[in-house]
């Protein structure tokens, strides 16, 4: 007999990983225990040579879907002489230091018991089981057991007590466990929270009738129609006030959504995922109501998560808009009282649960670029799990106040929060407060410092030296960078290239195409696109014909300004004329070298896009038109050497309204600028080629979320040699430069990051 101490970290619990240690000892014939403790799990084994070894072969060929080995370390050890195998209680009922694991999507096996008539869960909205089902969105306190969940509401009945304590069931220890007896149940409201008879049946009638329904989900509330419904898609848009943002839809199954779009393999993986965030795909069907899709040749899509949302699919409906429960920019909603309270204009009625959402948190959205998953908005069935990092002390880093999430460390974990929103929004910031207090308890971290961006009216910055806590100030693209390199588990020094809307720049303008030299500790810009000023500021990114026109006087002149057809069209002469003295008068006129803006005003220059409603419009309505079979050069550029390499377009412009005369189609023009901005970029890399220590080059910012361009960008750059580095686990827009504060944060100690030259 040998016996062996096998120490298992990494995503072993709230996994279903003891029930399936106690399987496999079981068929290997194993003796021994299995038990939760502060690192993970870990096994006595006792058996034969031979039955160990497969055992432990077994771990890692057969783990459960949602489990992850981080490490795997076993010692022998003097056998017991055991004569069974025993799941043992944790001896400190868990540890803080122990993940709290993500919400995960139904499985297969609770598909099954849902879709049985003969079994006790048929059709019952809540069915889980170790493998799938609410975590984060009910924890409220650590360690995760029933009883410090919204679930503690919902005593077990005798059943799922037994599946509960039983170690052959899949229930074992699944804390929210429920069946129709004991556990949460669904009823319909009217607008006056009167209940309908006939729940979800009468919820399907209603949504096939075109009605609008509040669904209160995992995370929040959805608001949701029929998505094949012209008008009512178009009377929720009206509701919404979301004028041109394109809504996600929950397909009823994958063969339904390929009516509709391309689903590559990497897309597939990522629909069906335990995550089962929206996916962004690629639209080939005219077939969708034009108020659903809004001019954009994508369609965000995912698949039902829960049996909830797979129920509201019984009938003939396909395609639900599934959109955020919220108004405008407000946060999602998550309560019922404001659910009824909010949304009482907006939905028809309210198909509600009375399983409390403890943790708002909204749907993950990934798209696949150059094959590879890059997360958008990292959110469900993503956090809390942290990213690995270098050792650090315990910090919180505030994040951007676009896009926020924010990202509190301990050791070498980095723990991100859900996607947040914009800050700006009053409601937002408070909620942002709230689960800073939050994840600060779950994780036990008290912080001694506090990262924030530099920029002076950073909207958390007064919160953050209000707190006593030492603070560390970030520049916006040094934290893109730095994010980028954590995320690949780099620390070294690369050139990074940040392509983004705004951010705040060392030198006071605004940042937003840089190419810096840097690590974790410091940076160098090198080269930058060239300033120009933004008429109106804020204005000017709403307006983009102001951007058009800034570029047009200082590239062209005045006379070809003033006589300019583009803007002569939008603009009365008197008011151009007020344009240009703002300018000459420098008075909010921002200088501006961002990437975001040059996008804005190329896509307004052409007719595509000029007034913007929503972040990211303009430039992602100019990627939808891009003639796909171009296949020609782009625009011509020129690259300043001065004190930096500076990136001069005024010979992009010059051909862009040659182009326009000599009616060049607008996708064609489309495509040649997107060639034009990969060209540019691999132009400059090329030219700081002595400066560069290593070939690797960090692709960052919003921009870079744009996948014809990153696609073209990343092969030029692989075709020249150069190793492009993306993103993985966090977005490369906005939501990702908390983690890059963090590791900036961790590694310098004075008030600002040291800037070799800006
Ligand atoms: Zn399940
Ligand atoms: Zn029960
Ligand atoms: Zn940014």
Redesign the pocket.
């Known amino acids: 007999m040998e016996a062996q101490l096998i120490e298992v970290s990494g995503i072993v619990q709230g996994v279903g990983f003891r029930p399936f240690i106690y399987r496999m000892a079981k068929e290997n014939n194993i003796k021994g225990w299995v038990i939760n403790d502060s690192k993970g799990v870990s096994i006595h084994a006792e058996g034969t040579k031979e039955n160990i070894k497969n055992f432990i072969k077994n771990i890692y060929n057969k783990l459960p879907q949602q489990a992850l080995i981080k490490d795997l370390k076993y010692k022998d050890i003097k056998a017991k002489e055991y004569n069974d195998f025993n799941i043992l209680a944790s001896q400190n009922g868990g540890s803080q230091d122990t993940l709290i694991p993500p919400d995960l999507a139904m499985c297969a096996d609770c598909l099954k018991d849902i879709l049985d008539e003969k079994n006790s869960r048929y059709e019952y909205p809540f069915t889980n089981c170790t493998n799938c089902g609410p975590r984060f969105t009910i924890i409220k306190e650590v360690p995760y057991d029933r009883i410090k969940t919204t679930m503690k509401d919902f005593p077990m009945c005798k059943e799922c007590e037994q599946e509960f304590t039983n170690p052959s069931q899949r229930r074992f220890h699944a804390q929210p466990n429920a069946c129709p007896k004991c556990g949460p149940s669904l009823n319909l409201y009217d607008r006056n929270q009167n209940i309908l008879e006939g729940g979800l049946q009468k919820a399907r009638e209603l949504l096939a009738q075109g009605k609008i329904l509040a669904v209160k989900g995992l995370g929040g509330y959805h608001l949701v129609c029929d998505g094949l419904n012209n008008d009512a898609v178009k009377s929720l848009r009206n509701g919404k006030k979301r004028d041109f943002k394109p809504f996600a839809v929950m397909a009823k199954n994958q063969e339904i959504l390929k009516k509709y779009c391309k689903i590559s393999s990497p897309e597939e993986q990522a629909l069906t995922a335990a995550n089962a965030p929206i996916v962004i795909l690629e639209r080939t069907s005219e077939k969708l109501p034009t108020s659903l899709t809004m001019g954009l040749n994508t369609l965000g899509a995912m698949l039902p998560y829960t049996p909830l949302h797979l129920l509201l699919f019984k009938d003939n409906l396909e395609l639900l808009v599934m959109t955020s429960g919220n108004v405008s920019s407000n946060p999602l909603i998550y309560k019922d009282d404001s659910a009824f309270k909010s949304l009482v204009e907006l939905a028809d009625y309210f198909l509600v649960h009375d399983r409390e959402i403890y943790n708002r948190c909204d749907d993950s959205v990934v798209k696949v670029i150059n094959n590879n998953i890059q997360i958008f908005r990292r959110a469900r069935g993503y956090v809390p799990l942290p990213v690995e990092i270098p050792k650090s002390e315990a910090l919180l880093a505030c994040g951007?106040e676009?896009k926020n999430t924010f990202c509190l460390t301990k050791g070498n974990k980095a723990f991100l929060s859900q996607h947040l929103g914009d800050l700006e929004n009053f409601a937002n910031f408070n909620e942002y407060i709230e689960t800073i207090e939050k994840m600060q308890n779950y994780f036990n971290i008290n912080p001694s410092l506090i990262v924030i961006d530099s920029h002076p009216n950073f909207v958390a910055r007064n919160w953050a030296y209000e707190q006593n806590i030492p603070v560390v100030e970030v520049q916006?693209?040094h934290?893109?960078l730095a994010s980028c390199l954590a995320d690949n588990n780099l620390d070294e020094k690369v050139l990074g290239v940040?392509c983004?809307?705004?951010?705040y720049g060392t030198d006071g303008h605004i940042w937003?195409m840089e190419f810096l030299l840097g690590d974790f500790t410091s940076f160098e810009r090198l080269a930058h696109l060239e300033y120009i000023p933004l008429p109106s500021g804020d204005l000017a990114s709403k307006e983009p014909l102001r951007i058009v026109a800034s570029y047009l006087y200082k590239y062209l002149g005045e006379k070809e300004f003033l006589e300019n057809k583009v803007l002569l069209k939008k603009y009365s002469l008197a008011e151009l004329k007020i344009i240009q003295k703002q300018i000459d008068s420098k008075i909010n006129t921002p200088l501006s070298s961002s990437c975001g803006r040059l996008f804005d005003a190329v896509s307004a220059f052409i007719g595509v896009c000029t007034r913007v409603s929503y972040e990211g419009q303009a430039a992602m309505e100019l990627e939808a038109i891009v003639a796909k079979d171009y296949r020609g050069k782009g625009y011509n550029f020129e690259i300043l050497k001065e004190e930096k390499l500076i990136i001069s377009t005024k010979i992009m412009w010059q051909e862009i309204i040659k182009d326009l005369s000599e009616e060049v189609s607008r996708e064609i023009i489309a495509a040649k600028f997107h060639k034009t901005i990969a060209m540019m970029i691999l132009e400059v890399v090329k030219s700081l080629e002595d400066k560069l220590p290593s070939k690797k080059v960090a692709l960052?910012?919003?921009v870079m979320q744009n996948k014809l361009l990153s696609e073209i960008l990343i092969n030029l750059l692989k075709e020249n040699e150069y190793e492009p580095i993306v993103h993985k686990n966090v977005p490369a827009?906005?939501g990702g430069?908390s983690l890059g504060q963090a590791l900036i944060g961790g590694n310098i100690n004075v008030c600002s990051s040291t800037i070799k030259s800006n």
């Open positions: 951007g676009l916006h693209h934290a893109h940040v983004d809307g705004t951010g937003g960052s910012g919003g827009n906005d430069i």
